[in-house]
């Protein structure tokens, strides 16, 4: 594979890139959206890169039916069409036998899967709540994935990417909740904390702010308790610690917090939450925000930020928005 299509793609134009290729296939995409989507891919050519990799996946799948020893497995494959219902049917069976694994999906790329395939997930701009059969209440933030693996000996939450916070339930079988990221396995001593992985965060941050979450690396090299009131950063080579902060889990209620935050960072927390590319000129990055700002509402936060601050809103496309000086505008 050539090394320019080998990159990860940006996981909000790889969650723009199926929105279009699902109305594609829904046979209810109108003259207007064709042209839409035309000009989409015509506006960055990492659209375009998104859209080929997007279009192509049916038939990388279909081209490695063969690894599939179930006949009635591998005829479900080929007949398929790469739609919600469907795609996740079918890629439950290719996971059971690695054929994901064997197709070379072991990069960030796998994301593009994993959200059609979890038990729970959402999409850029959504958060959800969902109370578990123990009782525990579990938030998803924008763009999550989690698995639900509940047996006999334990409760397992397994975070693909995304960011959850959990409240813990009290179960009558006494199994120990676990919650699961590529980095660590947190245990919850009866609290409600915090979890974050994904493109965006390089390790597991865990922000603990009621109780105590026992924090074990999966590298093996440390064991830590996070107590209430602590952030960790967890990797491969260690724990972070540090104090919560305010804004940690203001997403609970709808907000980013800003408290004299540079405006990049600013930016960077609301471009998770709106599909496309938002970017901010590093001639105003440094500029300093305070506020409080409703993430349902993204627009308008631009908007107040451009009123309050010497910026202007430059857009290519409404999927490209950048940030930039009020003077070079």
Not at 40 to 69: F, K, Y
């Amino acid at each position: 594979m050539p090394a320019a299509q080998a990159e990860p793609i940006d996981v909000a134009v790889r969650q723009q890139a199926i929105a279009w290729y699902s109305l594609t296939q829904s046979g209810d995409i109108s003259p207007e959206e064709i042209r839409e989507l035309e000009r989409w891919r015509q506006a960055d050519g990492e659209h375009e890169r998104a859209w080929q990799r997007m279009v192509g996946l049916p038939a990388l799948i279909r081209d490695s039916a063969g690894v599939l020893r179930d006949p009635v497995a591998r005829s479900a494959l080929q007949q398929a069409r790469y739609v919600s219902g469907d795609r996740r049917q079918v890629l439950k069976v290719l996971m059971g036998v690695s054929l994901l694994g064997a197709i070379g999906w072991q990069t960030k790329e796998s994301q593009w899967l994993q959200g059609g395939l979890a038990d729970l997930s959402t999409t850029i701009g959504e958060r959800r709540r969902q109370v578990l059969s123990d009782g525990t209440e579990l938030w998803l933030n924008t763009a999550t994935a989690v698995d639900v693996d509940f047996n006999a000996s334990e409760r397992r939450i397994v975070l693909h990417y995304g960011e959850i916070n959990l409240r813990t339930g009290h179960d009558p079988l006494r199994r120990p909740l676990l919650v699961q990221t590529a980095e660590a396995v947190m245990r919850p001593l009866g609290t409600r904390f915090t979890v974050r992985c994904g493109d965006d965060c390089p390790g597991t941050l865990l922000s603990v702010s009621s109780g105590r979450v026992a924090a074990t690396l999966r590298s093996g090299l440390g064991q830590r308790i996070i107590e209430n009131g602590q952030r960790a950063r967890l990797d491969a080579g260690g724990i972070e610690l540090g104090p919560l902060a305010a804004q940690d889990d203001a997403w609970l209620e709808g907000f980013v917090i800003a408290q004299a935050t540079r405006l990049d960072e600013l930016l960077s927390q609301l471009g998770r939450y709106r599909p496309g590319i938002l970017r901010c000129d590093p001639r105003v990055a440094g500029l300093r925000v305070t506020g409080s700002y409703p993430l349902d509402d993204n627009e308008r936060i631009l908007k107040l930020l451009e009123s309050s601050l010497p910026v202007s809103i430059q857009r290519r496309t409404r999927y490209w928005v950048t940030v930039v000086p009020r003077a070079a505008v």
